[in-house]
């Protein structure tokens, strides 16, 4: 493993984002709001892509914006292009952190296209407009006029469980964008991350869309890190895990459980959400065993999903596992529809590592090299805050890349060598019994519920 090798960029990454910066900054003015610089940022946008598929799309939408003629068409092929390059950096980026690991990348996950059904067309044309509505604007001209009429259209999403990525998606960015308000009041309006929200969000009410291929798998299930992830309506862990099919070599998987939630179950209440979801999965988790499971379906890019059954396998390490196959283990990727540098998530294996203060914040090192901690991805459920991590010899982590530079996201820590001790959420994090509030809500629900019947 070289991670020195981290510390400078892959050819292309930097002018790629450069191209992705100027154009940001015409979501934030507002298309109908245009300067010539911003123009001539299309225009050279535009030649970017000479020769490519997407040439005369691209080439008649900088047309059009650059006329004054912007309608939701020519943005959603900004969104496109825009895509295009955060991927182009994506595959670049990754190429360079399994260099640095010593491993090779697999082949481009398989796909298959299918659409929309009619029934969800007016919900999806809803999110459009309003979109195009906020372009036109500009984002650093949110106001509660523009964010609150869409309330009721996000309701309808968040019906509806074919929209669910869309639906979490657009929950958590209304939130944050009403709770940005005034954005002249911001000390750093986040721009990359706001237009790289608002460019998913069109592209996921495309009709035309790509899904993983999938297959039925058998054999055993070994979780070695949750990775907590949630807004104020929306939880969910990722259960990084060794799937050892039968006859097959073994892979690194994600499963996801998710669920609602309201803004009042915070905290440590949040582990009780999940009810009754993929409960043989959370009890492993939250005890600390492996799985026989039969039946699954697997997606052609390393997502787990609990469609067979399960039962318990026995006790697990989780560093014992991720030194027998985070080495060699076939890893997750990320459908070419969704490649941007910030999805990069590549489980490592450190040891013999020292946590300690560097410059920026929190570094850790391991062997010649020093990254930063990416603790802004580090949810307060994982228990991993700076002086927990401080204690920390070895650490399974994510290698992320973000702001312009490589970091770790870590997801469990150990000390104290041969006798070790676990830190973080290990995989017990999964709590029994019931949440206070979570109680009190569903016992007014289910008066209300009593009153309307």
Sequence with gaps: MNLSALSALPAGVAEAQTLIQNLDTCFMLGFARLGQDQKDALVALGRTFTGTPLAGLLDAAVDAVTSGQVTAEPLLHLAVARASLNGASHDALRAQALDAVGRADAETPATSTSAHDDALKPALDGVRQWLLELALAGLLNLDNDALSPFLAT???????????????????????????????????????????????????????????????????????????????????????????????????????????????????????????????????????????????????????????????????????????????????????????????????????????????????????????????RVSPLSGLDPKTLGKADALIGLLRFDGGRWSVQPLLGSTGGKKATLLGPALKGVAKGRSATLSTLQERAGKLLRKKS
Excluded: N
């Excluded at 929200?197 to 039925?216: F, G, K, P």
């Excluded at 070994?222 to 060794?242: I, K, M």
């Excluded at 609990?306 to 991720?322: H, L, Q, S």
């Design 154 to 376: 996000l309701e309808t999403i968040q019906g509806e469980p074919r929209l669910a990525r869309l639906a979490a998606l657009l929950t958590g960015i209304l939130d944050e964008w009403m709770g940005s308000l005034p954005v002249a009041s911001m000390e750093v309006v986040p721009t990359r991350r706001w237009v790289d929200l608002w460019c998913r969000a069109m592209l996921l009410t495309v009709d035309q869309r790509a899904a993983a291929e999938e297959s039925t798998v058998s054999g055993k299930l070994t979780p070695f890190a949750v990775e907590p992830q949630h807004h104020d309506h929306l939880v969910q862990l990722v259960v990084w895990s060794v799937l050892e099919p039968a006859g097959a070599p073994a892979q690194v998987v994600r499963v996801v459980v998710s669920a609602w939630k309201v803004d009042a179950v915070a905290g440590d209440e949040a582990w009780h959400v999940f009810g009754h979801r993929k409960s043989d999965l959370l009890d492993a988790v939250g005890e600390g065993h492996g799985l026989m499971v039969t039946d699954m379906t697997l997606t052609s890019t390393g997502a787990l999903r609990w469609t067979g059954t399960a039962k318990t396998a026995g006790a697990i390490d989780p560093f014992r596992t991720a030194a027998l196959h985070l080495g060699d283990a076939a890893l997750p990727t990320v459908a070419p529809q969704d490649r941007h540098p910030v999805q990069l998530a590549l489980p490592v294996l450190l040891q013999d590592v020292k946590v300690a203060d560097g410059e920026g914040g929190l570094c850790v090192q391991s062997g010649d090299a020093t990254l930063p901690l990416a603790l802004d």
